[in-house]
């Protein structure tokens, strides 16, 4: 399985934007599938995750209400859409995917893992 992170940038505090990560290998479609971020200095902190089957989504206390999770198996990709950003959601974003998970939670659940992509919130 490989994953490749895209959208992101530079977003005014309160605006929105779109994380996408697309997937490919035999084995995508049936991966739980996750976002973590990372601030420099810091460890890298679990967002989401979504089932395989995309029934259950998971969040973590910091961004329930504001994110959601999903998934289009048709296009084998993954997004993450952020809403009421804030100056403290400035991070490194990486997508993630769980070969035998439902919904994981801890990073080292997680078997592949997508290339960052930054999101920078302005105050």
């Known amino acids: 399985v490989q994953l490749q992170a895209s959208g992101g940038g530079l977003v005014q505090a309160g605006g929105s934007t779109r994380l996408s990560c697309a997937g490919s290998g035999r084995s995508f479609s049936h991966c739980a599938m996750g976002w973590f971020r990372q601030v420099p200095g810091q460890e890298r902190e679990f967002v989401a995750s979504i089932s395989w089957t995309g029934s259950a989504t998971y969040y973590s206390d910091s961004v329930k209400g504001r994110f959601s999770i999903s998934r289009d198996k048709d296009k084998n990709t993954e997004y993450l859409q952020m809403n009421s950003l804030k100056p403290e959601d400035t991070a490194v974003y990486y997508c993630?995917?769980?070969?035998?998970?439902?919904?994981?939670?801890?990073?080292?659940?997680?078997?592949?893992w997508g290339q960052g992509t930054l999101v920078t919130v302005s105050s």
């Open positions: 993630a995917a769980d070969r035998e998970g439902w919904l994981p939670k801890a990073r080292d659940e997680y078997d592949y």
